[in-house]
Nanobody, 122 residues
Framework: VQLQASGGGLVQAGDSLRLSCAAS????????MGWFRQAPGKDREFVAQ???????YLADSVKGRFSISRDYATNKLTLQMNSLSPDDTAIYYC?????????????????WGQGTLVTVSS
């Protein structure tokens, strides 16, 4: 499975941005897709995920501001980010793994995209 993330950029605080991730290859193996992010000097952290069938799990830090959706026909994942703040500045990574059973815990990630940079200025 190959993952290609896109949509990052420079925005101002309060703005919105939409990230996309296109999956290709053996996509029938993909159970859950999601996003992680890594800010400068910090560890990678979980953002959101959506399981095959629609169950979602979002980090507390983004609940109410971010939403995640998945198009099964096109194998595309979308992260809609609203009310962005400078704390959301990070490289955002698309990830997927083989788990099909929904769990309220971050996915482990069997496959990873290359990352897309989101910078939020104050």
């Amino acid at each position: 499975v190959q993952l290609q993330a896109s949509g990052g950029g420079l925005v101002q605080a309060g703005d919105s941005l939409r990230l996309s991730c296109a999956a290709s290859g053996r996509t029938s193996s993909v159970g859950v897709m999601g996003w992680f992010r890594q800010a400068p000097g910090k560890d990678r952290e979980f953002v959101a995920q959506v399981f095959y069938g629609g169950s979602q799990y979002l980090a507390d830090s983004v609940k109410g501001r971010f939403s995640i959706s998945r198009d099964y026909a096109t194998n595309k994942l979308t992260l809609q980010m609203n009310s962005l703040s400078p704390d959301d500045t990070a490289i955002y990574y698309c990830a997927a793994d083989r788990r099909f059973t929904p769990v309220s815990a971050p996915m482990r990630g069997d496959w990873w995209g290359q990352g897309t940079l989101v910078t939020v200025s104050s």
